[in-house]
């Protein structure tokens, strides 16, 4: 019977087993070839009855495919053990070599680093935990402001009386703004990507942290007009040359005037659509001109020097550029999820 013949092949198969790349070859020969035994089958096969033909070829096929992994396993294995004979290679890896990707958070932060690092900008860091002096008092906070409750987030130490004894998480990237200036002066021309922590309830579309990238440019006779220039190049390198933008007037404590900056939809081009929720506009960052007190707070003279500030989410971006529809996924570490971008690295 066939399928006798075929257990029995299987079954030698599994069994396999050679000591140099002759004996492999001999193998290869005996069952993969033309004239080998597996090719023999077929001619049994004419003779198989039409209702079992399915069956019969489902298990010849497993047969071949089971002969030349056990055969391939075997080549593998005699390369690894020639090796190990002649010297021991560490830098040898274990195949197959799963590919990563990188994280969209982080695609999208490298284009917006590169964009801006080509008009001069350079990188400055700061830490995620810091005191309350550096993430709101030097930046013309108010003790009492309500823009502090916009902020809300987590502390580590509270102390009423002593703004660097109280500790928190960063609310934003501006703290790294602040501790710059106190150690650098003029010409200032950096940005400050970053993670961020809020007080917020965990939702689609909210999170209790997330990432900024905020940018700082101080030198003498700076004006908003540099400001526009600057965010409409960024818009145009990020969103593509027919990207049109926008600036309506805000509040932010460290700046003065302050502006939201929208850019047109780059889904339906401004015409409007559910993205941009039929305004043809979205929403990406807020900035303005550096308000004095803050300058004078952290060591620069604001009667020389003037400045703006620029502050945006990564996650918004990411999203605007990919349309991520659960912030909750950025985290959650799903590879099904990331594997999505292999294709944008
Ligand atoms: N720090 C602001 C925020 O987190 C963003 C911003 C930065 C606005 C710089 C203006 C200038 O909301």
Not at 31 to 51: C, H, P, Q, W
Not at 86 to 91: H, M, S
Not at 174 to 182: G, R
Not at 245 to 272: K, V
Request: with cysteine; glycine share 6%.
């Amino acid at each position: 019977m066939i399928t006798d013949k075929i257990e029995q092949l299987l079954g030698e198969v599994q069994m396999l087993s050679a000591q140099n790349a002759d004996e492999i070859e001999q193998l290869r020969l005996k069952y993969l070839s033309k004239k080998g035994e597996i090719t023999a089958l077929m001619a049994d096969f004419r003779n198989v009855a039409a209702d079992q033909k399915k069956a019969v070829g489902i298990k010849i096929n497993e047969l071949k495919q089971a002969a030349t992994d056990k055969i391939n396993a075997l080549k593998e294995q005699l390369a690894t053990t020639e090796d190990t004979d002649n010297e021991l290679d560490l830098t040898r890896t274990a195949y197959p070599l799963p590919l990563g990707t990188r994280h969209p958070l982080t695609i999208a932060r490298n284009q917006i680093i590169d964009i801006f690092q080509r008009m001069g900008f350079t990188l400055a860091k700061g830490p995620e935990i810091d005191d309350d002096l550096h993430v709101f008092t030097k930046l013309n906070f108010a003790a009492d402001h309500p823009a502090r409750d916009m902020q809300d987030t987590f502390f580590i130490e509270q102390n009423p009386n002593d703004v660097t004894r109280n500790i928190l998480l960063r609310s934003h990237t501006s703290n790294d703004q602040s501790h710059y200036m106190e150690t650098h002066q003029p010409p200032i021309r950096v940005i400050c990507p970053g993670r961020v922590y809020r007080n917020e309830a965990i939702s689609a579309r909210a999170h209790c942290f997330f990432h900024q990238l905020e940018g700082l440019y101080i030198d003498k006779n700076v004006s908003f007009t540099d400001l526009k220039q600057v965010l409409l190049t960024f818009a145009r390198e990020l969103f593509g040359e027919n990207t049109e933008i926008r600036l309506r007037p805000s509040y932010f404590p460290f700046t003065e005037p302050s502006a939201e900056m929208d850019i047109s939809c780059h889904i339906c081009g401004g015409t409007g659509c559910g993205f941009c929720k039929h305004t043809g506009w979205v929403e990406i960052l807020g900035c303005g001109m550096v308000d004095p007190n803050v300058l004078e707070a952290c060591g620069i003279d604001s009667t020389v020097y003037s400045g703006y500030a620029f502050g945006l989410g990564i996650e918004r971006i990411t999203n605007l550029k990919y349309q991520v529809a659960d912030l909750r996924m950025f985290s959650e570490n799903d590879v099904r999820f990331l594997r999505e971008f292999e294709a944008a690295n």
